[in-house]
């Protein structure tokens, strides 16, 4: 009879077990709900009326997704964009419908131990065909046109700038929205012909207007925005801000005390891997080498500790 009791405790702690959190998500596969696209990092489901999205512990670097995942990558991304969308729904409407699985619809709540932490559901938009970047420093990119022409996607800047110099005022440096490889700078008046000039500047303001918001949050918490990208759509008629909203993996977030201008400052994102990578002399061509544990190890506490100081409190288990 004890031992009978002793088989049920552990089997009742495997199930347990079992049935929480995967520690890394590479793939979502939800039976039941309508698969629509996988991209770098999201996987996105079609409700009919809305769409699902969630976000995996998949990383990338060069364009590349690689075989290993970042724990709790997917979870700090979701929750950042939580975070995100609230304290800018004074400045745009957003495509969010909720974060809480809790309250989705029953075909999805039959994968709360897969999703918890890590889907939204969200309005259906029709997005606009460019990337809207905001900068309020000289880094990436635009250090390298800046470099070349003095100018930044038609911007002429100050003569004599550094690498990371902070910028007069923020910018708008919109980009193309590359199905594959990298997206490019293009001007403003580029920007123009592809949505018209009235929604250009809509989303040019808009853009300038939550880089600002945002900046100034972060700075309050000990953190510098450098850049960052943000993706519009359209729902019921109005520009709406969708997809992720200031994560590490779509702005450059650097911690304050280790800023000066003339290098490339430490990030709260994916530098240990493209740093890994480089030093194993990768051809940045599929397939990519798995990473070590201890590069893995540092990024996600990278990930997690972004989230941390932004939002002032531990990542929700």
């Avoid at 029709?126 to 970047?133: A, I, L, R």
């Avoid at 800046?146 to 930044?152: C, D, M, N, R, S």
């Avoid at 800047?157 to 110099?165: D, F, H, K, R, Y």
């Amino acid at each position: 009879m004890p031992a009978k009791k002793t088989v049920k405790r552990k089997t009742t702690a495997a199930k347990a077990k079992k049935l929480g959190p995967p520690d890394v998500l590479l793939k979502a596969d939800l039976p039941g709900l309508k698969f629509m696209s996988r991209g770098k990092v999201r996987d996105i489901f079609d409700l009919g009326d809305a769409l699902l999205i969630v976000t995996t512990d998949r990383i990338s670097a060069f364009d590349v997704v690689l075989p290993v995942g970042i724990p709790q990558k997917g979870r700090v991304l979701n929750q950042l964009s939580l975070f995100w969308f609230d304290f800018l729904k004074g400045v745009t409407p957003n495509h969010l419908i909720t974060g809480d699985v809790a309250k989705m619809p029953a075909e999805v709540r039959r994968h709360k131990e897969v999703l918890a932490g890590r889907s939204m559901l969200v309005k259906k938009a029709k997005p606009f065909p460019v990337e809207c970047v905001a900068r309020g420093y000289l880094i990436g990119s635009g250090w390298k046109d800046y470099q070349a022409t003095g100018e930044v996607c038609g911007i002429k800047l100050p003569a004599g700038l550094q690498q990371a110099s902070k910028l007069p005022a923020s910018i708008f440096t919109p980009s193309t929205k590359a199905e594959v490889g990298h997206d490019q700078n293009i001007g403003f008046d580029q920007v123009e012909k592809a949505v018209g000039p009235e929604v250009a500047n809509a989303l040019r303001a808009t853009t300038l207007a939550i880089y600002d918001k945002a900046a100034a949050y972060a700075e309050s918490k000990g953190i510098i925005l450098a850049d960052t990208k943000f993706e519009f759509g359209v729902v019921g008629g109005r520009i709406t801000l969708i997809d992720e909203v200031l994560t590490p993996d779509s702005s450059r977030f650097w911690p304050r005390a280790s800023y000066r201008v003339g290098i490339s400052p430490p990030s709260f994102d994916k530098q240990f891997v493209r740093d890994w990578l480089e030093s194993v002399k990768w051809d940045k061509k599929p397939p990519a080498p798995a990473l070590p544990a201890d590069v893995v190890k540092k990024t996600g506490e990278k990930y997690v500790e972004a989230y941390r100081l932004l939002v002032g409190r531990d990542l929700p288990r």
